[in-house]
């Protein structure tokens, strides 16, 4: 059972770089999520997708963008790379039923990213 | 706005001590309460989780109950294992507002030693 799939796992990128996060989820779950988590600050939502072809924000949006093209799918773009932005990123996905404030997140390993 | 507090650690302590780390939190509505476990280099797992007033979540000899009169959700485990090294996180979840809305503790480090 693969789960929530993220790659790469490790990056280092130089300012002003873009690049893109994948997560894959072979759960058949609705609902996707990006994560960061930076030391003593918890998780703090970035975007989350409520199904195929939505995406909405989260807590911290800016300078991030997101796609979820496929249901199993969802990707998180760093289009111009910032100091700020290192940070490890998890991706989460849940099933979308009505009472899906009960229902768990499931997590990917994370993609620990590393910006100078 | 909804909110999750937890003691900070590290919390250290011997293999087959007592362990409580407490969490309180503080939402509108009625919450949904979860305790996650996060291993070194890996994403966040359930732990246990509680969805209604005095329930009782329990997985791996850990428990939590739901109060709801002191907003409380204390993770305990009656005999720690070198094993149980881990961040903990404290987390609720609130219906309504088109998705599952999480909101997280900081996390507070176990280190158990042998």
């Known amino acids: 059972n693969a789960g929530v799939t993220q790659t790469p796992k490790f990056r280092v990128l130089k300012t002003g770089q873009s690049m893109t996060l994948l997560c894959a989820q072979d759960m058949n779950h609705e609902y996707m999520y990006w994560y960061r988590q930076d030391p003593g600050m918890g998780l703090r939502l970035i975007h989350y997708?409520?199904?195929?072809?939505?995406?909405a924000k989260g807590e911290v949006p800016d300078g991030y963008n997101v796609s979820r093209l496929k249901k199993q799918n969802f990707l998180l773009g760093l289009e111009s790379a910032a100091p700020s932005q290192t940070s490890v990123y998890f991706c989460?996905?849940?099933?979308?039923?009505?009472?899906?404030?009960?229902?768990?997140?499931?997590f990917g390993d994370g993609t620990r990213l590393s910006i100078l | 706005g909804d909110s999750v507090t937890q003691m900070e650690g590290p919390v250290t302590l011997s293999e087959e001590a007592f362990l409580t780390i407490n969490c309180t939190y503080t939402?509108?509505?009625?919450?949904?309460l979860f305790w996650y476990v996060q291993y070194p280099g890996e994403g966040l797992q359930l732990l246990l989780k509680?969805?209604?007033?005095?329930d009782k979540g329990s997985n791996k000899g850990f428990e939590a109950t739901y109060r709801k009169e002191t907003t409380s959700f204390h993770l305990e485990k009656g005999s720690v294992q070198v094993s149980d090294s881990a961040v903990y996180f404290c987390?609720?979840?609130?219906?309504?507002?088109?998705?599952?809305?999480?909101?997280f503790g900081t996390g507070t480090k176990l280190q158990v030693i042998p």
């Open positions: 939402a509108t509505g009625y919450p949904s």
């Open positions: 987390a609720l979840s609130v219906p309504g507002g088109g998705y599952q809305k999480v909101t």
């Open positions: 997708s409520v199904g195929e072809g939505t995406t």
């Open positions: 509680a969805t209604k007033a005095d």
């Open positions: 989460a996905s849940s099933r979308g039923l009505t009472t899906a404030s009960n229902q768990p997140q499931h």
